[in-house]
């Protein structure tokens, strides 16, 4: 069965600084992988995904994330954070056969400091 | 081009009344998947529609149904409500055919059960 893991649970960080928030997932074969932010009381925006190709994508808002299939992980990494990036941050894992279901992480709370 | 869309916004129930929850897909997207969002957590897969019918679904009792119309709009019924199904009820829809699990979310449906 796929799972994901967010081993951070809320990460704080100055404006300006750089983030990665970190993503383990458990999947038999070659995943589809995501990220998503969600602000509070919203539904979830897709920030970038990766299917297949170049293990380094870049999403919205200047996020990106590179794909490591020895280590099994999916970070996600900006190089300048902005005090609207404050939010959620879920990774997930999609089936690459047959149904489209999609399993989450716990996700990271993100809280930005001026 | 219109997202998805969901109606209530929010909902305030009593321990077991029934509910219904509704959701228009995105433009041109035929599949719909539910997840329920408790407070803290990532969403958990609920089930999916396609053409009509139930393809998937996650570990949620009977009392938890669907539906889909021939126009791809999809409802969530939640029988005997409990208060532990308080949460974010979120809808996705996807392309069947398309990059699988490339879902678009919805705002969600904030159920309160008293």
């Known amino acids: 069965a796929q799972s994901v893991t967010q081993p951070d649970i809320h990460i704080t960080v100055s404006e300006g600084a750089s983030l990665e928030l970190r993503c383990n997932y458990s999947y038999g074969a070659t995943p589809y992988l995501f990220w998503y932010v969600q602000s509070p009381g919203q539904g979830l925006q897709l920030l970038l995904k990766y299917f297949s190709g170049d293990t380094l994508v870049q999403g919205i808002k200047g996020f990106e994330a590179e794909f490591k299939r020895s280590q099994s992980s999916f970070n996600l990494r900006k190089p300048s954070v902005h005090w609207s990036d404050a939010a959620e941050y879920f990774c997930?894992?999609?089936?690459?056969?047959?149904?489209?279901?999609?399993?989450f992480g716990t996700g990271t709370k993100l809280q930005v400091i001026p | 081009d219109a997202g998805v869309t969901q109606s209530p916004t929010h909902l305030i129930k009593t321990r077991g009344q029934q509910v219904t929850l509704r959701c228009s897909p995105k433009s041109g997207h035929d599949t719909v998947s539910w997840y329920q969002q408790a407070l803290g957590q990532g969403p958990q897969f609920i089930f999916q529609?396609?053409?009509?019918?139930?393809?998937q679904r996650g570990n949620f009792p009977d009392r938890f149904s669907g539906h889909q119309f021939p126009n791809y709009s999809s409802e969530l019924n939640v029988n005997a409500l409990w208060l532990g199904d308080s949460a974010l009820y979120l809808c996705a829809s996807s392309l069947e055919g398309g990059r699988a699990a490339e879902q678009y979310f919805g705002p969600g449906t904030r159920l309160t059960v008293t």
């Open positions: 529609y396609y053409e009509e019918e139930e393809r």
């Open positions: 997930a894992v999609g089936y690459s056969g047959g149904y489209q279901k999609v399993t």
